[in-house]
């Protein structure tokens, strides 16, 4: 066998032919998502759910059905059904509906979550936060407004306010009747 010369080789291998019937069949994937792990940069997202990774860079509104982690940059609308990660690396201004929110990374913008919103210590978060679970962990940056009931509540909720004068006679008129 000759490596380096300008000649054919004499007697080349003849490589195997596949069956027929292999050929139909898509082949078999080398790795699932669920196994590797992007980069190095943590865990790898669970089967079935979405990742935006680093140096990814989105502007406009996105839509999860599941659960999903986002390491990139997001500029607009971010909603899900399920549960919504932002990771330690992740450039989030937008705003924010899910079922459960955990950030460790920069949100600049409102999150409302029907279940639950966690706050880890790496994260910096900027805006109004509504959910009925909160948990801020030590180290963690914020700043805004907290409402900790649900958001319908919320909506539904009046407040009346009386004038001075008739807040004080309806006192008034309380302590003399007792």
């Given at each position: 066998m000759a490596l380096f010369t300008k000649e054919p080789e004499k007697n080349p291998k003849i490589q195997p032919v596949t069956a027929p019937h292999a050929a139909s069949t898509p082949p078999?994937?080398?790795?699932?998502?669920?196994?590797?792990?992007?980069?190095?940069?943590?865990?790898?997202?669970?089967?079935g759910r979405a990742y935006l990774d680093?140096?990814?860079?989105?502007?406009?509104?996105?839509?999860?059905?599941?659960?999903?982690?986002?390491?990139?940059?997001v500029d607009g609308e971010i909603s899900s059904k399920d549960s919504l990660t932002i990771g330690e690396s992740a450039v989030v201004t937008a705003q924010i509906r899910a079922a459960s929110v955990s950030?460790?990374?920069?949100?600049?913008?409102?999150?409302?979550?029907?279940?639950?919103?966690?706050?880890?210590?790496?994260?910096?978060?900027s805006?109004?936060?509504?959910?009925p679970v909160l948990s801020v962990q030590e180290g963690a940056q914020f700043e805004g407004h907290c409402s900790m009931q649900p958001e319908g509540i919320r909506d539904d909720r009046k407040v009346t306010v009386f004038p001075k004068e008739?807040?004080?006679?309806?006192?008034?008129?309380?302590?003399?009747?007792?």
């Open positions: 078999a994937p080398v790795a699932s998502t669920s196994t590797m792990t992007p980069r190095g940069t943590g865990p790898a997202p669970a089967e680093r140096g990814s860079k989105i502007t406009g509104k996105i839509s999860f059905e599941g659960a999903a982690r986002i390491d990139g940059e950030v460790a990374g920069k949100v600049s913008g409102d999150i409302v979550a029907t279940q639950r919103i966690e706050i880890r210590p790496s994260a910096k978060v805006g109004n936060i509504t959910a008739e807040r004080v006679a309806q006192a008034a008129g309380g302590l003399k009747q007792a």
